[in-house]
């Protein structure tokens, strides 16, 4: 074997053989990168040679590709070299026809299997684009954080559906949430949104119950409140007689359901996290599985109802976003990957890439690079199923929200992949951009959504490009956009942003305004240790000339000159942070901290109803009505 060989191998598999960091260093990929990344899309590394010889030899047999994109409801043309070939195809419906040669009939809206042979070729029919929303307005705010200090527990659906009403009623076209996946109920230590069990299933830490809840304190304490509220939840199940709505729900949702509720039991039984499990229990398929099935029903289905009452939950959410006139109501954020020990690689562990994490390069900000401890999707198991799966996904999200942010787009074009091995450099797997895009127009296009897409980092060539041809909106944050050509402090003014795009000052991984104009978060660098006295002082001096010149380009240092000054930008949407309309100088997460620092445990210090009677929150509305939002 010849590291030339292996690196062939890899090239072929769509690891990159080398890559440019932020600060435009060259980095290689070497042969234990290659041999990690290989492993961990389930390619064997012994004879690579013969590998590739085995891909090139089947990649001949076919006449078409694995995948192709055509435009819905348009005349179909397949490749030439399918002149004459017979095939046959199944639509998404069910429905099926039947042909032969390159001419096809226009194919609806979907993801439809076409067989010739022993082949399979997918055909992505998309709409070239997806349109613009009309210019509009929203506010983001922690859900955990909608209930006072007063109020106690943890932020509720059915808060969340009164903010809707409330911010509604002062003209917000949205209102923006952290994701809510479904987390890991037996550890009340794990509530991070972005590091959940399945993103195809919700999370029940939210679901409201009549139960009293004592006064808490202006932090969250998930260890106390989480037990507390999984026990109103129990009170209510054993209180709930037999419902034929439930049962249709679930006989609707089927196996991916139960497979989901059965892993809820089991995690009950053996931990949180599956990899920890018995090693019998780590395969949903064994005997001894579906034996415990039917030893536990009453907690499989316990598992099953929490989820329909999420659901139905989250559907009064989007109602109420209905009935107060919102343009797009729930304004929802998919996480960019998976926890590795969740319910999502238990039930379908082939699907994603083992031994690695999702992660960033190396840059000026952090010198080894970035591990999220998130598995990545194997793009070529995605391919082989027709990217049903991450179709599925989006599909979760979008019964409730109009508005859907997806989280590190760039791994639509590139993701990188840290392995587990200490000492083993990281690497960028190429992805399909051009399938999962299309993904995300069909099932936005079904669900009359705009798709956002966070293009914030070290974006590939040609991916903020794609982005708008496909008619999905990037992200634009007032903070990083700089005019660089004025001198390293200035910043753009509001003309310049672009259209295409939702904007905001900031996001919840950075200071709020008020944080940001004092140095609240250096102040917790310093504190925290990753910031000595020195550096803090001279990040503190550079803060206060990023401050003036902010306050220069927007007019102001007020937070209702920030606001005006997003609201003139030619943004079709714009953001803005319920912390910074009212003032509050604590951001929501510090990254890279998990308890030293309260990440998504701040409450707001105004509870959901009376957001609509607060005055601040009407000064900021009619600002931006007029600035004609």
Same mark, same amino acid.
């Given at each position: 074997?010849?590291?030339?060989?292996?690196?062939?191998?890899?090239? @072929?598999?769509?690891?990159?053989?080398?890559?440019?960091?932020?600060?435009?260093?060259?980095?290689?990929?070497?042969?234990?990168?290659?041999?990690? =990344? %290989?492993?961990?899309?389930?390619?064997?590394?012994?004879?690579?040679?013969?590998?590739?010889?085995?891909?090139?030899?089947?990649?001949?047999?076919?006449?078409?590709?694995?995948?192709?994109?055509?435009?819905?409801?348009?005349?179909?043309?397949?490749?030439?070299?399918?002149?004459?070939?017979?095939?046959?195809?199944?639509?998404?419906?069910?429905?099926?026809?039947?042909?032969?040669?390159?001419?096809?009939?226009?194919?609806?809206?979907?993801?439809?299997?076409?067989?010739?042979?022993?082949?399979?070729?997918?055909?992505?029919?998309?709409?070239?684009?997806?349109?613009?929303?009309?210019?509009?307005?929203?506010?983001?705010?922690?859900?955990?954080? $909608?209930?006072?200090?007063?109020?106690?527990?943890?932020?509720?659906?059915?808060?969340?559906?009164?903010?809707?009403?409330?911010?509604?009623?002062?003209?917000?076209?949205?209102?923006?949430?952290?994701?809510?996946?479904?987390?890991?109920?037996?550890?009340?230590?794990?509530?991070?949104? @972005?590091?959940?069990?399945?993103?195809?299933? %919700?999370?029940?830490?939210?679901?409201?119950?009549?139960?009293?809840?004592?006064?808490?304190?202006?932090?969250?304490? @998930?260890? &106390?409140?989480?037990?507390?509220?999984?026990?109103?939840?129990?009170?209510?199940?054993?209180?709930?007689?037999?419902?034929?709505?439930?049962?249709?729900?679930?006989?609707?949702?089927?196996?991916?359901?139960?497979?989901?509720?059965?892993?809820?039991?089991?995690?009950?039984?053996?931990?949180?996290?599956?990899?920890?499990?018995?090693?019998?229990?780590?395969?949903?398929?064994?005997?001894?599985?579906?034996?415990?099935?039917?030893?536990?029903?009453?907690?499989?289905?316990?598992?099953?109802?929490?989820?329909?009452?999420?659901?139905?939950?989250? !559907?009064?959410?989007?109602?109420?976003?209905? #009935?107060?006139?919102?343009?797009?109501?729930? @304004?929802?954020?998919?996480?960019?990957?998976?926890?590795?020990?969740?319910?999502?690689?238990?039930?379908?562990?082939?699907?994603?890439?083992?031994?690695?994490?999702?992660?960033?390069?190396?840059?000026?900000?952090?010198?080894?690079?970035?591990?999220?401890?998130?598995?990545?999707?194997?793009?070529?198991? %995605?391919?082989?199923?027709?990217?049903?799966? $991450?179709?599925?996904?989006?599909?979760?999200?979008?019964?409730? !929200?109009?508005?859907?942010?997806?989280?590190?787009?760039?791994? /639509?074009?590139?993701?990188?992949?840290?392995?587990? #091995?200490?000492?083993?450099?990281?690497?960028?797997?190429?992805?399909?951009?051009?399938? =999962?895009?299309?993904?995300?127009?069909?099932?936005?296009?079904?669900?009359?959504?705009?798709?956002?897409?966070?293009?914030?980092?070290?974006?590939?060539?040609?991916?903020? &490009?794609?982005?708008?041809?496909?008619?999905?909106?990037?992200?634009?944050?007032?903070?990083?956009?700089?005019?660089?050509?004025?001198?390293?402090?200035?910043?753009?003014?509001?003309?310049?942003?672009?259209?295409?795009?939702?904007?905001?000052?900031?996001?919840?991984?950075?200071?709020?305004?008020?944080?940001?104009?004092?140095?609240?978060?250096?102040?917790?660098?310093?504190? $925290?240790?990753?910031?000595?006295? &020195?550096?803090?002082?001279?990040?503190?001096?550079?803060?206060?000339?990023?401050?003036?010149?902010?306050?220069?380009?927007?007019?102001?240092?007020?937070?209702?000159?920030?606001?005006? /000054? $997003?609201?003139?930008?030619?943004?079709?949407?714009?953001?803005?942070?319920?912390?910074?309309?009212?003032?509050? #100088?604590?951001?929501?997460?510090?990254?890279?901290?998990?308890?030293?620092?309260?990440?998504?445990?701040?409450?707001?210090?105004?509870?959901?109803?009376?957001?609509?009677?607060?005055?601040?929150?009407?000064?900021?509305?009619?600002?931006?009505?007029?600035?004609?939002?």
């Amino acid at each position: 074997m010849s590291d030339a060989d292996l690196a062939s191998l890899a090239e @072929y598999m769509g690891i990159l053989p080398w890559y440019l960091d932020s600060t435009g260093t060259r980095h290689d990929t070497g042969p234990e990168t290659a041999r990690a =990344l %290989l492993r961990a899309m389930g390619e064997t590394t012994e004879r690579p040679d013969r590998r590739l010889g085995q891909l090139y030899a089947a990649q001949a047999t076919r006449y078409l590709p694995q995948w192709l994109v055509v435009e819905a409801d348009a005349p179909t043309h397949l490749p030439e070299r399918a002149a004459g070939l017979q095939w046959s195809l199944d639509l998404e419906d069910g429905s099926r026809r039947s042909g032969r040669g390159p001419e096809m009939e226009p194919l609806p809206l979907g993801i439809h299997r076409l067989r010739y042979g022993g082949n399979v070729c997918w055909i992505l029919s998309v709409p070239a684009r997806l349109p613009w929303p009309e210019r509009g307005w929203g506010v983001t705010l922690p859900l955990y954080g $909608l209930r006072t200090a007063e109020q106690g527990g943890i932020g509720s659906y059915s808060d969340l559906a009164t903010a809707l009403a409330s911010l509604g009623r002062h003209g917000a076209d949205f209102v923006g949430v952290n994701p809510i996946h479904a987390g890991f109920p037996t550890d009340p230590e794990a509530f991070s949104p @972005y590091s959940p069990s399945s993103r195809r299933r %919700l999370s029940t830490q939210h679901i409201h119950t009549d139960a009293p809840v004592p006064a808490g304190d202006a932090l969250i304490d @998930y260890a &106390e409140a989480s037990p507390r509220h999984l026990e109103a939840l129990e009170q209510a199940w054993a209180a709930s007689g037999p419902d034929p709505d439930f049962d249709a729900w679930r006989a609707a949702e089927g196996e991916p359901l139960e497979r989901f509720a059965l892993h809820q039991a089991l995690a009950e039984v053996h931990g949180p996290y599956w990899p920890d499990w018995p090693p019998i229990c780590r395969t949903p398929d064994a005997p001894e599985i579906v034996a415990f099935a039917e030893a536990h029903r009453d907690r499989v289905d316990f598992h099953a109802w929490l989820q329909y009452r999420a659901e139905r939950q989250l !559907a009064e959410v989007r109602r109420a976003g209905e #009935e107060a006139g919102m343009r797009h109501g729930l @304004y929802l954020d998919l996480a960019v990957g998976t926890n590795p020990g969740g319910a999502e690689t238990w039930a379908d562990p082939t699907l994603f890439a083992q031994g690695v994490s999702l992660g960033a390069p190396p840059d000026a900000f952090s010198a080894d690079g970035q591990t999220w401890g998130l598995a990545p999707l194997n793009p070529h198991e %995605l391919a082989r199923r027709g990217f049903r799966p $991450l179709a599925e996904i989006l599909r979760a999200q979008l019964r409730y !929200a109009k508005l859907l942010r997806i989280d590190h787009i760039l791994g /639509f074009d590139r993701a990188f992949w840290q392995p587990a #091995e200490d000492g083993v450099p990281g690497g960028y797997v190429r992805m399909p951009k051009e399938a =999962l895009l299309a993904v995300a127009r069909i099932e936005a296009a079904r669900a009359g959504a705009t798709i956002i897409g966070e293009d914030l980092g070290n974006i590939p060539d040609g991916l903020q &490009e794609d982005l708008s041809a496909s008619g999905i909106l990037g992200c634009r944050v007032a903070v990083f956009e700089r005019d660089w050509d004025a001198g390293d402090r200035a910043f753009r003014r509001a003309g310049e942003f672009a259209e295409a795009a939702l904007t905001s000052f900031a996001t919840h991984d950075l200071p709020t305004l008020a944080g940001w104009r004092v140095a609240r978060d250096i102040d917790w660098r310093e504190r $925290l240790g990753s910031l000595d006295a &020195e550096q803090a002082a001279a990040a503190r001096e550079g803060r206060a000339l990023e401050v003036a010149a902010l306050d220069a380009t927007v007019g102001g240092a007020g937070v209702d000159s920030m606001h005006a /000054f $997003l609201g003139a930008t030619p943004s079709r949407l714009v953001a803005v942070q319920i912390e910074d309309i009212l003032g509050l #100088e604590e951001q929501p997460n510090l990254p890279g901290t998990i308890h030293d620092h309260p990440n998504w445990r701040r409450r707001l210090p105004v509870d959901a109803k009376s957001l609509g009677d607060d005055e601040r929150v009407a000064r900021t509305a009619a600002i931006l009505k007029d600035a004609g939002r």
